[in-house]
């Protein structure tokens, strides 16, 4: 088949809903736009692995340490299926790791704020989570296959994460005062980061368009925030915090919650690297990268070692 023809077939299956596997002919565009996407989401797993981190020395209990500790571990993970997977889009993981360590990569807005409090923890698992999850759903019907497989397994863990992460803020805002006043401010410093996650507005999103077309986006930016504030809204109303939004109200007509207007100025600054902690994050980065060069060495080794024909084999 000539490109045209290869072209109206792989549309076709799209239509269709037909699933497109790493060995299926697709549009350069499409595999490019997998990329894009794709090694920001495993950037934004692995870096979003270090404002939790800086909390496991101190959590309060052993249950909630190994609990944090379980969830940062699986943050790492699910960066590894996502990289895997865009390496069947054939892009070296070695080259998207460079790309985040030259400061390139985008990675999730929301990790460039600081942690400040143990409420943050909570607050993350709840918003952080609970946004995530609204998002990576809807990526489970994805047309690319490694991907929309990567996000159903992840989606199961996030679950486990958002849950775990609501009731350390149902236990805090159940607590002492300053507990509460503890949970109430973290909720205040988290929301509006969080309605940013999930990408700038529809009319200012220049590849919802064409991700939709192409079945890897199921929803746009806009119908995924709508999501997540009608879920949250009742989830905050249940265990007595504040949103920090004093627009937000309930719209009896079309039977959504309606949010205030988002400061977009502040998203474009964080995701172009000027947030509060993107300095901080990619430098810590990049010293873990740096003192992981032995393992990574260590492992080169013993896989040549074991990949070469064994000599009593000989
Ligand atoms: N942060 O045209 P659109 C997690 C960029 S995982 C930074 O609307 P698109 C788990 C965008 O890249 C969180 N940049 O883009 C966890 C584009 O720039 P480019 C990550 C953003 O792709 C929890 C430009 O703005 N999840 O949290 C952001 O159609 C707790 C224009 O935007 C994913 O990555 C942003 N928030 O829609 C881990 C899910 N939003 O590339 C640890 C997969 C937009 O043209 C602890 N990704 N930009 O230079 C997606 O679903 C989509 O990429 C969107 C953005 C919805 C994020």
Redesign the pocket.
């Known amino acids: 088949m000539d490109n045209t023809a290869n072209e109206k077939h792989f549309e076709e299956r799209i239509r269709a809903g037909e699933v497109i596997e790493p060995k299926d002919w697709m549009p350069e565009r499409y595999r490019k736009?997998l990329v894009?996407?794709?090694s920001?989401?495993a950037h934004?797993?692995i870096?979003?692995?270090l404002?939790?981190g800086n909390w496991i020395t101190r959590a309060p209990s052993l249950r909630r340490k190994m609990i944090l500790l379980a969830?940062?571990q699986d943050?790492g993970g699910?960066g590894l299926y996502i990289y895997s997977g865009t390496e069947t889009l054939g892009v070296k993981r070695e080259d998207l790791l460079q790309d985040l360590l030259d400061g390139k990569a985008?990675?999730?807005?929301?990790?460039n704020y600081p942690t400040l409090s143990w409420a943050d923890m909570g607050t993350?698992?709840w918003f952080?989570?609970g946004?995530?999850i609204i998002?990576?759903t809807t990526?489970a019907k994805c047309s690319y296959g490694p991907y929309s497989r990567a996000m159903i397994r992840?989606c199961k863990e996030?679950n486990f994460?958002k849950k775990q992460g609501f009731e350390i803020m149902a236990t805090l805002a159940a607590g002492t005062p300053e507990q509460r006043a503890m949970a109430q401010d973290a909720v205040n410093r988290w929301w509006w980061p969080s309605l940013?996650?999930?990408?700038?507005s529809?009319k200012?999103?220049?590849?919802?368009a064409e991700?939709s077309l192409w079945g890897v986006?199921r929803k746009s930016?806009d119908e995924?925030r709508q999501r997540f504030v009608d879920m949250t809204v009742p989830q905050a109303q249940a265990i007595g915090l504040t949103l920090p939004d004093p627009d937000l109200k309930f719209n009896e007509q079309t039977g959504h919650w309606e949010h205030g207007p988002i400061n977009w100025d502040e998203?474009?600054a964080?995701?172009k690297g000027n947030g509060p902690c993107n300095r901080e994050r990619l430098g810590a980065k990049r010293k873990a990268h740096e003192q992981g060069a032995w393992v990574r060495e260590a492992a080169a080794a013993y896989a040549r070692k074991h990949s070469e024909p064994s000599k009593a084999a000989a």
């Open positions: 736009q894009r996407m794709m920001q989401h934004s797993e870096i979003g692995m404002p939790e969830k940062v943050e699910h985008k990675y999730s807005n929301i990790f993350i698992g952080v989570d946004a995530a998002n990576q990526l992840i996030e994460h940013m996650m999930l990408g700038p529809d200012d999103s220049p590849n919802t991700l986006k930016n995924l998203f474009f964080v995701i």
